[in-house]
């Protein structure tokens, strides 16, 4: 499987966001999106995911046997998209309910467990911790088993345990031959990126990076 993204642009009144982006992705590949704040980053990946409709261009999935092409997708937005006053385990009910997995193996032996959700599911999600959030957030959108995985700003403000574990189940995920498209501002996972693009006044160039620390500082 592969994805192709062309020319996607967008605009927010007269002002552009994205100009004419392109790039492709493969199996086992990760892709970094750098760009400074309010460079567009996120606006991108809600269009890849579905979240907000671009105004001009295309972007394909290629060899999927999904009806709808977006289910091969799990997107981890920057924000937490749960009802807080729900309990982590009655958020995921509403996630897990309609998906391919069983929550109780997944909880039990899955990626819940790897992220170490199971530890916390009786606490309400307005309790819980940034890292818990994200942790969640993670698991809820591998709930379908995509093989594409969004992931915009995941290890921010994270302690290091958290970004430690959150990288590791991208490397397995990315070794499982999923695609992973990631912003980031966080060297361990811009170490993960196999390709690294910059977004800067709506386009995008390809980097051809040797120094990371120099390249986020530029950021």
Same mark, same amino acid.
């Given at each position: ?94 996630? /897990? ?71 590791? /189940?991208?490397?397995? /995920? ?46």
């Amino acid at each position: 499987m592969n994805i192709e993204v062309s020319h996607i642009s967008k605009k927010y009144k007269k002002k552009t966001i994205l100009k004419d982006i392109s790039f492709a992705a493969k199996e086992g590949e990760c892709i970094g999106i750098l760009g400074k704040n309010g460079c567009g980053k996120t606006t991108l990946l809600s269009i890849l995911a579905g979240i907000q409709k671009k105004d001009s261009g295309s972007w394909e999935i290629k060899d999927t046997n999904e009806v709808n092409p977006f289910l091969e997708i799990g997107y981890v937005p920057q924000g937490c998209p749960f009802m807080d006053d729900l309990t982590v385990l009655d958020n995921l009910k509403l996630w /897990y309910n309609s998906s391919c997995s069983n929550l109780n193996e997944e909880l039990n032996n899955g990626i819940l467990k790897m992220l170490h959700v199971d530890e916390f599911t009786h606490k309400k999600v307005s309790s819980l911790s940034g890292g818990m959030k994200k942790r969640l957030s993670i698991g809820c959108a591998m709930a379908n088993k995509p093989r594409i995985l969004i992931l915009d700003e995941p290890s921010a403000s994270l302690d290091l345990e958290c970004k430690e574990d959150i990288a590791a /189940y991208l490397t397995k /995920y990315k070794q499982a031959g999923g695609i992973i498209i990631i912003t980031s501002h966080e060297e361990h996972e811009i170490n993960l990126c196999d390709t690294i693009y910059i977004l800067k006044d709506g386009t995008l160039h390809k980097h051809d990076y040797k120094d990371i620390p120099n390249l986020l500082r530029e950021m």
